[in-house]
């Protein structure tokens, strides 16, 4: 995947170049939006400074200028500048590569490898960068749009830098369509509203932007057009969302912890966000059953039912209508009473049972079917809570020995008010009762 300004030198003689090619920056200072990497006090600009550049994985999104920076640091160190693709190049491929760069090393001149989209590389052709790495033959530069820490192997990860580039915000897409009508000699033909609206459509990607300038500035016009129109002659970029990869997790974790935050429009943004971005809605649904169980619990005991009876409304529905219901959970969720008290307790519990797991229940509360079973103590001293005072009989019914754990500590939060004060009613009436024995 070529990026933002890459291109290949061109002979004299050429037709019309692309915008973007024409705006590729000479200089790292002049690369837009990615000041907290370039600048002295960022990582690129430290090793600049030192002279002491080491193999590094560009991660960001598409359109940031990572084929940009990488051609620009080897210019900076006076290294060859030799760019593959991983979608394109095989081991053979690789060989030659590596043979050349042991060549320019003998001849005194070091190279700058650009592994366009890396992470398509299989472990084994991972594997291959590695002692070339080692022995100083490349300094490696990866490029990938995917989380390293998915997609790399430990080893390559181990010895490069991973660098975050930030899509570009409004202001950078701003100051990159200033440049480019400077190049253009003139100003796009758009209101105020519509320029917003063709930043926005970009989504933080830098040669999007210079392609739909491209468009823009080639319509004959004879009044700046407005937001209306400007969507009418272009169409919107898909949101970035890919259902099985990192995106999918980033933004399921903004809902789930929206939700947990009590904040139902930030949640019915994300919840959103998904729909946009294609997602399954019985994958949504199974999801807010899930934060009606963990993060909301008993203080409110119908949050849960609320989730099922949306999830069944979508089914019966279908979409578009059925994930109306799902947004009704979603706000629901938002502003119920927030607890995780059974969760915690749940797991305390788990854990107490992997340490006594081998512990009989007290033989008091163990049936006793056979007549052996009776005269070895099966049932003996059992106490029918029935027919107790207040129908409590306050037995234990941990094992022997155990010292009683208390697991469960309900908040002071919605309806585990009520059921704290149950669990404090029992816990009287058991010091009562075991005293009376």
């Given amino acids: 995947m070529a990026d933002l300004f890459d291109s290949a030198p061109r002979p004299a003689a050429e037709g019309p170049r692309p915008l973007a090619d024409r705006l590729r920056p000479k200089r790292l ?7 907290h990497v370039l600048s002295p006090e960022g990582p690129l600009g430290a090793m600049l400074a030192a002279k002491s550049l080491s ?36 081991v053979p491929d690789l ?12 001849n005194g001149q070091g190279t700058l490898l650009f592994v366009d989209e ?3 590389f299989n472990k084994a052709q991972q594997d291959g960068f590695l002692p070339h790495m080692e022995d100083g033959t490349i300094l490696l530069v990866g490029a990938t749009t995917e989380n390293p820490s998915f997609e790399l192997n430990a080893a390559l990860l181990s010895r490069a830098q991973v660098i975050v580039l930030e899509r570009l915000s409004l202001a950078d897409l701003e100051r990159l369509a200033q440049r480019a009508e ?8 758009l209101t105020g509203e519509a320029r917003e609206a063709m930043l926005e459509m970009a989504d933080g990607d830098g040669r999007a932007l210079l392609n739909l300038i491209e468009q823009v500035a080639a319509w004959k016009v004879e009044r700046p057009l407005d937001r209306a129109q400007l969507s009418q002659r272009l169409m919107r970029r898909a949101a970035k969302y890919d259902k099985s990869g990192e995106e999918h997790y980033n933004l399921i974790s903004a809902l789930h912890k929206s939700i947990r935050g009590s904040d139902p429009d930030g949640a019915l943004y994300w919840f959103a966000r998904m729909l946009e971005g294609g997602e399954d809605p019985r994958f949504l649904a199974r999801r807010l059953v899930r934060m009606a169980v963990e ?27 059925g994930e109306l219901a799902l947004a009704n959970a979603v706000v629901y969720l938002a502003l119920a009473p927030k607890s995780n008290g059974v969760y915690v307790a749940y797991k ?5 049972a992997r340490e006594t797991g081998s512990l009989m229940p007290p033989r008091h509360i163990l049936n006793a079917p056979t007549k052996l079973m009776k005269e070895i103590g099966y049932g003996a ?6 027919e107790a005072e207040d129908g409590f009989s306050g037995q234990d019914y941990f094992p022997e020995g155990m010292k009683r754990p208390v697991f469960y500590a309900p908040p002071e939060r919605g309806f585990e008010r009520e059921l704290k004060k149950r669990v404090e009613y029992f816990a009287r009436l058991r010091a009562k009762r075991q005293g009376e024995r």
Wanted: glycine share 12%; hydrophobic share 40%.
């Fill in 182 to 189: 400077k190049e253009l000699g003139r100003s796009l033909p």
């Fill in 381 to 386: 001293g059992y106490a029918y809570d029935h």
């Fill in 348 to 352: 305390a519990a788990r854990a107490s």
């Fill in 29 to 35: 200072s002049e690369v837009i939006g990615q000041g």
């Fill in 95 to 106: 060989k030659k590569v590596f043979e050349q760069a042991k060549i320019r090393r003998g």
């Fill in 55 to 90: 193999s590094l994985i560009l991660w960001g999104p598409p359109g940031v200028g990572k084929t940009t920076i990488a051609r620009l640091l080897a210019d900076e160190t006076d290294l060859a500048f030799v760019q593959i693709s991983a979608i394109f190049t095989g």
């Fill in 295 to 321: 993060d909301i619990g008993l203080a409110d005991p119908q949050a849960q039912g609320i989730c099922i009876d949306s999830w069944q409304t979508y089914e019966r529905l279908g979409s578009p209508e």
């Fill in 118 to 120: 890396i992470h398509r």
